[in-house]
DNA sequence: CTGAAAGCGCTTACAG
DNA sequence: CTGAAAGCGCTTACAG
């Protein structure tokens, strides 16, 4: 390995110089700057990152904590933010947590001591400490689609609650009764908020809640609609709270047989790029998940850059995507 | 920032003796190293990574480079990496590149420079020298889903090939007639390798390639088959490069009112989690993505722990998954 | 079994 | 503008 020293040699200078020549924010005489430059290529030199890292007490690394990059929402975010962080010249270490507090305590641990600038976390459990020990360290965390309890972190996510309501008033109007809900684990934000939403909206209107409980994950939420199916045979209409159980209820209609949108109408929340492939095409509520994830980062950098004290909370909106599985555009044809 | 000195101190040991009772490599007296473990409790020490692996000449990090892990195939080894490599106490700096050589060429130094102790890379160029170097700095390297130049690189990929000539002949023995290609980039292996797969089993039967030019992307193979239908409006059936040109090509489709599989039979490389929920439900050449990824990480470990010197290549089939789109179940149905 | 010392490869006040 | 020196927080031969 060619070291610094090795560099300073061939170009006939110290060390120091070296290092003012490559990072360049302190003044080196141009004739000497270029000798030095000349031994960088001769010597195919490359500075040692985690030497530089231990001396100036920080890294280039910013930690990204997912619950399973295999939701489409989280791959596009985590691609996202891979795109800015690689433009301003950051690394990004990948974590998935399968929503566990444990990975997620033990991940945090691992970033803390990696020594990583900056956190963007989409928390498993909002009260883990050790969110709070991270902003100890002055390593500052984003949440991403929820909020942790330390109000020191930002957060950036968006009004799953809003979303919930939307899907179902717009079942409603089209006139289903009997609305069931497939739902996320309550036990994470964004699922008690589109539950929430749901059984407003369903108060709203003096209808009784019909909730078959799932975990945002594609096996469950077949199990969940099977028994629904078995429990509600009225059922006119179905909410389903995140794109990877819109998997599994589809399955699960198809092997009961019942009709999309003929017997039952169906509003999936998040917009995955299959959407429009399914059979029938899928209405959805869509989340701006690029653009979320490229704010997460802005907010992220701002604190690493010292730029803001203040802690900041951004909401996004959902976007409907009316399409032809709650039957609305049969209406339409009509006309 | 609590370092080895403070718990050193408060448990009256040196430095040297906090060292060795936390990696625990050399003998210890058991009442000391309690003693040093109540003082790291104590003061929540956790050891500084960045100096450890300074002083050890080496990471625990390991670098994934893939094209786009917004493409299924390579989110769903992405995440299987990163399960073994957090069994295993590793960590993953996720690249992505876009198949452009200059962003391969940035991130494998950005690797280097990180110390990382291996590299799985899905190479955008198998040409590409920065490989070389770092072999070079004995950083081993697994190529995964196509092969690099340089042979002391280990690599694990299918038999694009011979899934291109199922595909092909599927269609063929289907009774279709004037099978049209949707490629991927030439200049990338798994595409070339599709393509001379279809070219081959076309030639074999004497009959006309047809060929779509794609990218691998929604876009452009949208595009690419619109073309082709106006080009050559009896076409029969069709072999899509990757699944995410699926998704094009069935817009296009759509968008000129082809039935699939009634005017035209498709068959898609690939096996996305909305193969089966598409309408027509997709026939599938799909790969074994995980194992794949298990098999490619385990090979870096061998490499990484100095167990193996002979470079190995690993070779997966791909399997035919029948389903709707080319008519096959139809004829099921009619006996 | 334990401590003192050296050193990993950088960066950065401190002089000059 | 440049160099010598100190030091980031560890680990690990070397003594004892």
Known sequence: MVTIKDVALLAGVSASTVSRAITGDVQVNE??????????????????????????????TIGVVVSDIENPHFTRAVRAIEDAAYRQGYRVIL?????????????????????????????ADAADPTVSELLD?????????????????????????????VATTHLIASG???VAFISGRANIQTGAERLHGYEEVMSLHGMDAIVGVGDFRQDTARLAMLRLLDQHPDIGGVVVANNLMVIGVLEALRFRDVTVPG????????????????QPALTTLGQPTQQMANRAFELLIERISGKREATRFEVFHFQLHVRDSCGRRQFDLSH
């Open 31 to 60: 004739p000497t700057r270029l000798r030095v430059q000349e031994a960088i290529s001769a010597l195919g030199y490359r500075p040692n990152r985690i030497a530089r890292n231990l001396r100036r007490q920080r890294s280039e």
């Open 95 to 123: 974590c998935n947590t399968d929503e566990t507090l444990e990975k997620q305590q033990a991940y945090l641990e691992v970033l803390a001591a990696e020594q990583v600038v900056g956190v963007i976390l989409v928390p």
């Open 137 to 165: 360290m002055k390593i500052p965390v984003v949440a991403f689609d929820r909020r942790v309890d330390d109000d020191r972190a930002d957060a950036v996510f968006a009004d799953n609650r809003d979303a919930a309501k």
């Open 176 to 178: 289903r009764r009997h």
């Open 263 to 278: 017997d039952i109408a169906l509003v999936g929340i998040d917009e995955p790029a299959w959407a429009s492939l399914v």
